[in-house]
Nanobody, 124 residues
Framework: QVNLVESGGRWVQPGGSLRLSCTASGHTSTLTSMGWYRQAPGKEREFVVGLNWVDDAMYYGDSAKGRFTISRDSDKNTIHVQMTRLTREDTAIYYC?????????????????WGQGTQVTVSP
């Protein structure tokens, strides 16, 4: 079992930046890939960004390309996503996620573990 705890969600103005963090605990020795999904009101859960540190690969959803950057603190089992040029359309609950080896970041059904989520609100 892996537990994920997110932090950093808050209100931010359009055009602003925000950094979210997620720390994993439990059976973390076998983890190779962590990332983020989000879900806006009335919409399906959407892939944002993922990181596989074994092959040093990063995966981006369309909404994140060119604006979001994912990173990792290996000694703390923690990942971060730096989000820039935020718009109202980025308002959502952001969920930290774990994908196991051989699975895809682009399929929500392949996510093995979810965090509780952290709310990001972008508005004037």
């Amino acid at each position: 079992q892996v537990n994920l705890v997110e932090s950093g969600g808050r209100w931010v103005q359009p055009g602003g930046s925000l950094r979210l963090s997620c720390t994993a605990s439990g059976h973390t020795s076998t983890l190779t890939s962590m990332g983020w999904y989000r879900q806006a009101p009335g919409k399906e859960r959407e892939f944002v960004v993922g990181l596989n540190w074994v092959d040093d690969a990063m995966y981006y959803g369309d909404s994140a390309k060119g604006r979001f950057t994912i990173s990792r603190d290996s000694d703390k089992n923690t990942i971060h996503v730096q989000m820039t040029r935020l718009t109202r359309e980025d308002t959502a609950i952001y969920y930290c996620a774990v994908v196991l080896p051989g699975r895809s970041w682009y399929s929500v059904a392949d996510v093995a573990y979810w965090g509780q989520g952290t709310q990001v609100t972008v508005s004037p």
